[in-house]
């Protein structure tokens, strides 16, 4: 069985294809398991509906949600005496996907449960050390190590099960990702008489997702309640103030389901204070007022893909992920672009499904995508003490792609030579080493032959392959190969 994986800032899926078409393996009720975890230490660790369900009132404490978010700052979460890493945390909530894909799957005969390898999505713009994470954690979040075959973008998973409903010639695509986290966007060609069926034209993303709409719609509430309830939450106890919080918060999530609904202009919510109900009431234009501003910064980054491609003449928007059933993206989107056609698509789906065709692809050497940044070598320019980045991998290049970059040691008989590699949205061959708009994001160790003079020539390679992770290799003017390690710098 091959899998696709899509890990959500709100919830999570796994996939496959069954009887040549994809198949959310979970049960019939359920299109998702909530990205939550729990821990106390009376139930330990409790993941997806059990964890929403145990993280309230005095509990809330010990609840995490969107850890998905949390990943590139490396957060450290302490639940009920015990810390938890953001990788322990997103570790848990694959294994619970990997064990409800194989539980679903003994329930049909022609579905092997041996997982033989996954496709993870990711947004469109997760850095290196973000992907490696995610990877890492798939790999060892069950008993025998799981392959992860490739790493797919988001908003190109879900063009892949657009596409999949009917491959057309020449068809470009752009497909507008309104996740709980991030806004995802890729233009996308197909092409079925090409090699390369599927062609990333562009994409790109802004951290603005779901979630930002459910803050603004519970600050409301809270500042409502606050008022009339004549107390203020900042002055509350951790315990009784992260309680009211989680209550809060999960109304104002069923109010903006609830105002998604076209035929549906009001909302009551009701939140249980001491005993005491509380009520506000909230309109669709009101909600769209709060959250207008978060709308079109989506809409930036949607426009910024399609004025870059202005040569290329675009067929339909599709519009995918659980945000996408607002009614206010297809109400603006509609304005923003007169001339060309909308479509809503499986927003809860599509990238799972996606992912899981990717998966089953004969070759994945059909998706030919582009690099989201540019992967670059410190080094120091020759006779002088002047330190430069020069970019080996540049943004926009097409993937999966190798590059080389020749060294030399500084000295005669150095052991090893090391250099650090820096992720950059920067295009230019070499920039100053000062450029703050750098990440570091890992070092590599070149173990040298004995005796090497300082004139010896290393030929090091950086390759991006299709599992989304850099990889490195490297040989001596000889041609055999040297010792290369690539530590990924963890988060």
Sequence with gaps: MYLGLDFGTSFSQPATIFLDNPKLLLEHAEYGIPSAFYYDREYEILVGQEALDAGQGNQAKNLVREVKMDIIDGKQFYLDGRNFSTKDIVKEIYKSLISKAIQVAKKEANINTNIEGVVISVPAKFGMQECYLLKEAVENCWDTKIPVMAI??????????YYNTGLEDDKHILVYDLGGGTCDVALVRSDSSAAEHYTVIDSDMVRIGGRLWDEKLASY???DIEKKAGINFRDLDEETRCGYEEKIRREAIKAKHALSDPDKEKTMIRVELNGRIYTTSVTKSLFDELTISLLLQTFECLENVYSRNSNVSIDEIIC???SSNMRQVRERLSEHFPGCEIKIFEPELAVVN?????ANMPRQSALIDRVSFSYGTDSFIKYTDNQIVSNIIKQGDEFPITR???YSPRHDNQETVCFNIYESEIVEEEYPFSEPNKRFIGNVTLKLPPHSPNTLDLTCQ?????????EVE?????GHRIEATFDIKSL
Excluded: D, F, M, R
Aim: charged share 15%; net charge neutral.
């Design 404 to 406: 080389e970059k020749h």
């Design 474 to 478: 490297a040989t001596e003017p000889s």
């Design 320 to 322: 995918v992920g659980g």
């Design 354 to 358: 996606g992912a899981a065709i990717y």
């Design 152 to 161: 797919i973008k988001e908003p190109v998973a879900a063009a892949l099960a």
């Design 221 to 223: 509430i809270t500042q």
């Design 462 to 470: 950086l390759k991006l392959s299709n599992n989304g992770i850099l």
